[in-house]
């Protein structure tokens, strides 16, 4: 009998993806050695699964979703988060919001990635709160706001360790959210 098989996206010799997170009922993974620009969202509610047609070839709508970034600087994904909007990527050189038209389910036949701001991001796991995303910026000196603004109908990304850039001085290395009892973003320097 004839069996086919295909070289998967991550091994020791292409690397393993360097961040991870769930949205929609898929989970999603990026930032490879190999290919640092490719994301990949599993399929719909199998999370080991990423696999882009069924076994007939066809692309559904619960199949796989894998893209790269189109970006004239190759940048690899540091970080993944996620709001009511989409899918947040974060780049060494820029961030990226991936999703769908018209507040449809994200899938391999309508998603789009398209670059938000310019400031880069630190490879430290953003945390949510709320409507927003936190992020340390690609110095790992400051933490910025990634948020939808309506008046500007698009994202903004005000520093938020503006009044205390100091803390910056030795950079951000980790990134935690206690809501209980007084919500606060908690942040380990290196």
Same mark, same amino acid.
């Given at each position: 009998?004839i069996r086919?098989?295909?070289?998967?996206?991550?091994?020791?010799?292409?690397?393993w993806?360097?961040?991870?997170?769930?949205?929609e009922?898929?989970?999603? *993974?990026?930032?490879?050695?190999?290919?640092?620009?490719?994301f990949?969202?599993?399929?719909?509610?199998?999370?080991?699964?990423?696999?882009?047609?069924?076994t007939?070839?066809?692309?559904?709508?619960?199949?796989?979703?894998?893209?790269?970034?189109?970006?004239?600087? *190759?940048?690899?994904?540091?970080?993944?988060?996620s709001?009511?909007?989409?899918?947040?990527?974060?780049?060494g050189?820029?961030?990226?919001?991936?999703?769908?038209?018209?507040?449809?389910p994200?899938?391999?036949?309508?998603i789009?990635?398209?670059?938000?701001?310019r400031?880069g991001?630190?490879?430290?796991?953003?945390?949510?709160?709320?409507?927003q995303?936190?992020?340390v910026?690609?110095?790992?000196?400051?933490?910025?706001?990634f948020?939808?603004?309506?008046?500007?109908?698009?994202?903004?990304?005000?520093s938020?360790?503006?009044?205390?850039?100091?803390?910056?001085?030795?950079?951000?290395?980790?990134?935690?959210?206690?809501?209980?009892?007084?919500s606060?973003?908690w942040?380990?320097?290196a």
């Amino acid at each position: 009998p004839i069996r086919q098989w295909r070289l998967g996206y991550w091994s020791d010799t292409t690397g393993w993806p360097g961040t991870g997170d769930f949205f929609e009922d898929r989970l999603w *993974l990026a930032g490879t050695d190999e290919y640092p620009d490719m994301f990949a969202g599993s399929v719909t509610g199998a999370y080991e699964t990423f696999s882009q047609t069924d076994t007939f070839g066809e692309v559904l709508d619960d199949s796989a979703v894998v893209g790269r970034l189109n970006s004239r600087r *190759l940048s690899r994904i540091r970080c993944l988060s996620s709001d009511e909007r989409g899918l947040v990527m974060g780049t060494g050189s820029e961030e990226y919001t991936l999703s769908a038209p018209n507040n449809e389910p994200l899938t391999a036949r309508n998603i789009r990635a398209r670059p938000a701001t310019r400031r880069g991001s630190a490879n430290v796991e953003p945390v949510r709160v709320d409507n927003q995303v936190l992020y340390v910026q690609r110095s790992g000196r400051t933490i910025r706001e990634f948020a939808y603004v309506f008046e500007a109908d698009g994202y903004k990304s005000p520093s938020m360790s503006q009044l205390a850039s100091h803390l910056g001085t030795v950079p951000f290395a980790e990134m935690d959210y206690a809501a209980e009892p007084h919500s606060i973003v908690w942040v380990r320097r290196a």
